[in-house]
């Protein structure tokens, strides 16, 4: 048995989606431009500096989303997909999942961005297991601005692999080979779990780790 786990924002994608759709919330008129960049960009700092608070962030950041009707967010995430990302979408990197998918790997997209922003984006890639943050809803399915659970950043990605696999049964230890795909020291907990970590379009702290260990370098947007 094999394991393959993807980060996704600049991994698998030249970008941050969630720092982009919040970018293009802007675009739809559904926020105010100054205050809300400027936060948007303050959460974004911290993220790449392994400082986010999870949760003002995701209070934050579904705000907007909180005031629409399902209908009205399903147009907007397909406007979004057409218009940000699937133009961004490489050839190497759907290249690189079709071939562990292929290979008959164990494949699951695991990202500290929400699952509405993510979902439709592991579905293009023909990725059916997505571990994201989970978005609390009520009893009516609105969106609460709460997390349901451990998100899945940092240490916590690694506890929602570790319930993700219990609920298949299986273990870390099950697997011959574990390849881990990442760009950021974030994932530095999860990296360390592979059997074979591959440090993809490394910000400049990870690629240092990696040159150290010895590890896989890959390059994918150039």
């Given at each position: 048995?094999?394991?393959?786990?993807?980060?996704?924002?600049?991994?698998?994608?030249?970008l941050?989606?969630?720092h982009?759709?919040?970018?293009?919330?802007?675009v739809?008129?559904?926020?105010?431009?100054?205050?809300f960049?400027?936060?948007n960009?303050?959460?974004?700092?911290?993220?790449?500096?392994g400082?986010l608070?999870v949760?003002a962030?995701i209070?934050?950041?579904?705000g907007?989303?909180?005031?629409?009707?399902?209908?009205?967010l399903?147009?907007?995430?397909?406007?979004?997909m057409?218009?940000v990302?699937?133009p961004r979408?490489?050839d190497?990197a759907?290249a690189?999942v079709?071939r562990?998918?292929?290979?008959?790997?164990t494949?699951a997209?695991?990202t500290?961005?929400?699952?509405?922003v993510?979902a439709p984006?592991?579905?293009v890639?023909g990725?059916?297991?997505?571990?994201?943050?989970?978005?609390?809803?009520?009893?009516l399915?609105?969106?609460?601005?709460?997390?349901?659970?451990v998100?899945?950043?940092?240490?916590g990605?690694v506890?929602?692999?570790e319930?993700?696999?219990?609920g298949?049964?299986a273990?870390?230890s099950?697997?011959e080979?574990?390849?881990v795909y990442?760009?950021?020291?974030?994932?530095?907990?999860?990296?360390?779990?592979?059997?074979e970590?591959?440090?993809?379009?490394?910000?400049?702290?990870?690629e240092?780790?990696?040159r150290?260990r010895?590890?896989?370098i890959?390059n994918?947007?150039?």
């Open positions: 048995m094999k394991l393959c786990l993807f980060d996704l924002d600049e991994t698998l994608i030249p941050d989606s969630d982009a759709w919040g970018e293009f919330m802007i739809l008129g559904w926020v105010d431009a100054g205050e960049r400027r936060r960009d303050e959460f974004f700092a911290m993220y790449k500096a400082k608070d949760e962030y209070a934050f950041v579904t907007p989303l909180r005031e629409r009707s399902a209908d009205q399903a147009t907007a995430h397909a406007r979004f057409d218009e990302i699937t979408m490489t190497g759907r690189l079709r562990h998918l292929d290979d008959g790997d494949v997209l695991v500290a961005t929400n699952e509405f993510t984006i592991a579905r890639f990725i059916d297991a997505l571990i994201a943050i989970r978005l609390e809803r009520d009893a399915g609105t969106i609460t601005g709460r997390i349901d659970g998100p899945s950043y940092r240490e990605k506890t929602r692999v319930q993700w696999l219990a298949q049964g273990h870390w099950d697997f080979r574990i390849s990442s760009d950021s020291l974030n994932d530095l907990p999860l990296l360390e779990r592979a059997t970590p591959v440090a993809t379009n490394p910000s400049p702290a990870l240092a780790v990696a150290e010895g590890w896989r890959l994918l947007f150039t």
